[in-house]
DNA sequence: CTATATTCAATCAAATTCAATCATCTCCAC
DNA sequence: GTGGAGATGATTGAATTTGATTGAATATAG
């Protein structure tokens, strides 16, 4: 057994405190101190020099457990508003997807919450441009690539010319896209030069190209564009007027809609408009 | 030729210490001592050399197991691992930069802990391949811009060829690196070759690399090694060797040493800059 | 908000532990 | 027997750790 004499080694003492600790999440300075047999002053060093390596969290008083709650902050989504249209459209896209693709996601908040979903699939290789969805994927098992670029803090993507070379050098065969706004004269628009730069590099390099736009974002355009020459091959939405239907269609543009009744069989349901 | 008696052997006496720490993690000098019949100095020898083997951890007061847990965490952000030392180092690198200038952040605690001191410059450019960074400084004023580049889970950083084409097309004023081992015959080691390689990509594209790394990296090498023809300009850590600063700086290569006496000055001096 | 009570961090003296040195001992070869 | 190599135990000055003290920082009560 430990019960050595009286004296307490450093890394003995350090096991007894993560002992209290574990025991209950919070214990005094001078509780420890008791415990253990030794001076508050003691106590305290062992406390600091424990917290300097993080195995605790320093509190007023005493210490706590470190808890491991934080893996999330790094690019917190603070104002990530959830949206069931969001959510059915990213569930439609996700049926497009098979194990071993290669994909390209954007930025965006509906292909962020197609990042989510894509723990259900396997061995996949994503590249991305979004710091949200890489943050999002750290953990996953699939292969993970980010482009390069300069950091644009409103979308949180890395765009701009020097996010050309890296884009150069990869063909995805499906690249999922975000977008401020959406026109079949102009193709997809967005507010950033730069953005819609890299955007248009993507697109050149994606086999098959997929936008993901709410309803809100068909029909209007925003500041800049990404060239009259786009190209695109399926949109999946939440609901379409008619008569763009009809257009996207004439073009060899796929739509599929993810109405509120086909959320799961999203791309069995396209033959109805929600409207 | 070796007379077994009835005294105990160097290897026989080793294995009851291993006994001993096999029973409870953490033994004392004294105890040691005690449990084999003989004196401290030679319990001290051995446990000297049983350490130089690698067999288990000297503490003071006695010993430890060897944790094999330790040297790197998988897959905690063990990044909050603050520490008075590497606080020390980043300190003293970052007087070395300058407004309006061009750097790039490597991977790696002591790094990280540069980049969160940026605030007090103005007008930086910043290139990195350090997503942990990168989420540090995203509202920042700076420019931030990320290489491209496969993502590697445990240090979190974006590595391998792809990296490459982006970090053609750019050139820093001045490289901060981390590292795994620095040896002076092999320079940066690290344990991924993907690493290892996008670290040379950046020393190429520098003109100035300034090496952070603290006592526990010098004079050991890690897996992969950065090549034969390395390059560094200036060496900041926290306490060297005085033969191998002699080494060094016969290279051409500053030393910087954040020492306990400059924690004072240069601390003070960036908590007031930071506020 | 002020006043009181804890708690903290820095400092210093005392105790403990360490590493280096030296004298002694054992074993073995000559 | 003599001498050398290696190991052991004791000694000593240096380094580390510990506990008490003190003024500052923080929390709590009124």
Redesign the interface.
Known sequence: ??G??H?L????RE?RIMQLLHDSDVVTVSAISEALGMSEATVRRDLQAM????LLERVHGGAAIKQ?S??EP??SDKEEQFSAEKQRIAAAALSLIHDHDTIFLDGGSTVLMLARMLDSLKALTIVTNS?MA??QL??SPH?????????R?IS?T?VGP??S??L???VVDKAFMGTMGFTISDGMSTTDANEAYTKTRVMERARQVILLADRSKLGCSSFVTCGPDWHLDVLVTDAIDIKMRQELEERDIRVIVAGKNATAKATAGTARANQ
Do not use: D, V
């Open positions: 057994m430990s050595n004499g004296k080694l450093t890394a003995e096991q917290h300097e390596r993080g491991e934080s893996p790094l690019f710091l890489a943050a750290m953990e292969r993970l690539i980010l482009t390069g670029g300069e950091f803090a949180r890395l020097l996010s070379p890296i150069k050098n990869i």
